[in-house]
């Protein structure tokens, strides 16, 4: 699970892992941080994945 808040709201809710919640299941807005949890996979969470030889 990964806890999620909305920043326009403050509503704090949790998902599944393998859900991605890009909108806020309150208020529908896409502004939301996760507070715990693993971070997903991927490239949303800045470009840090160059590689160094
Ligand atoms: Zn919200």
Redesign the pocket.
Known sequence: MRRYR?I??D?KFEVEDKVKPYK?P??M?RFVELLEGPPVKGKQWGSKSFSVK
């Open positions: 909305c326009m709201c509503h806020c309150k208020c807005e």
